[in-house]
């Protein structure tokens, strides 16, 4: 059974920093894309950030670009967002998600993991 499970939320204040990871267990996703999704209330569930299955390539939306990074461990089968200068509009839930290869979606998402970001 495939599971992807976030960690590292919280809440902090306006320009603090944070870590998000997820660890994928169940299957190996090294040749697999992943990212990074939020959603805020009353918002709909926007991309944050992905990468490649091999790391090369990244994709930042523009809201968080030079703020924050995304890696991949394949060895470990993790994903990770640095995620730097946070602002209270970044408060949101986060969640990883796999977009295995020859798939046109994210098929495979965790559960997700609060970010609160005061002012």
């Known amino acids: 059974q495939v599971q992807l499970r976030e960690s590292g939320g919280g809440l902090v204040q306006a320009g603090d920093s944070l870590r998000l990871s997820c660890a994928a267990s169940?299957?190996?996703?090294?040749?697999?894309?992943m990212g990074w999704f939020r959603q805020a209330p009353g918002k709909e569930r926007e991309l944050v950030a992905s990468?490649?299955?091999?790391?090369?390539?990244?994709y930042y939306a523009d809201a968080v670009k030079g703020r924050f990074t995304i890696s991949k461990n394949n060895a470990k089968n993790t994903v990770s967002l640095q995620m730097n200068s946070l602002k209270p509009e970044d408060t949101a839930v986060y969640y990883c998600?796999?977009?295995?290869?020859?798939?046109?979606?994210?098929?495979?998402w965790g559960q997700g993991t609060q970010v609160t970001v005061s002012s």
């Open positions: 169940g299957r190996s996703f090294s040749s697999s894309a």
């Open positions: 990468i490649s299955w091999s790391g090369g390539s990244t």
């Open positions: 998600a796999v977009r295995r290869a020859g798939r046109g979606v994210y098929d495979y």
